[in-house]
C-alpha cells in the first residue's frame, strides 16, 4: 500500500470513540476520511493530512513534525502535513483529529462529479 496501514487503524479507532460518521476514500495516493461528505483528515505515505482550516493554521505550522500541505507548487493554507514524530503518542493525534473535526462544520464540501 502506498500508505501507513498501521495510521489508518489509529485514525478509524479515534473516530469510532468520537462517535464520529466517516467514510474512507482512496485518494491522492493514499487514504482520505470523510466527515459529512467532506475531506476531514488523510494518509499519504506515512504523513497524516488535516484539513484544519485558516485560522488554526499558522498556530499550527510551529507544532513539532507540522509542515504545509504542498502538492503543486503552492501551499494549500488549512491543510497541513503532520510527520510521524508530530502524531506518534496517542493524545497528538488525537489533537490532530480534534482539530480538523472542529473545523469540518465549517469546510465547504467539493463539487460532486456528474
Same mark, same amino acid.
Given at each position: ?7 489508518? !487503524? ?12 466517516? !467514510? ?91
Amino acid at each position: 500500500m502506498a500508505y501507513d496501514e498501521f495510521l489508518a !487503524e489509529r485514525i478509524q479507532l479515534i473516530l469510532k470513540e468520537k462517535s464520529v460518521s466517516f !467514510e474512507e476514500k482512496k485518494m491522492m495516493g493514499g487514504l482520505t476520511f470523510m466527515v459529512d461528505g467532506k475531506m476531514c483528515v488523510g494518509i499519504v505515505k506515512n504523513n497524516l493530512m488535516a484539513r484544519i482550516g485558516p485560522d488554526a493554521y499558522g498556530d499550527a505550522l510551529t507544532k513539532t513534525g507540522c509542515k504545509e500541505m504542498n502538492f503543486t507548487g503552492r501551499p494549500m493554507k488549512g491543510y497541513v502535513f503532520i510527520e510521524p514524530e508530530g502524531y506518534d503518542m496517542d493524545e497528538d493525534l488525537e489533537y490532530w483529529i480534534q482539530l480538523a473535526l472542529d473545523f469540518n462544520p465549517f469546510a465547504k464540501s467539493g463539487k460532486k462529479k456528474k
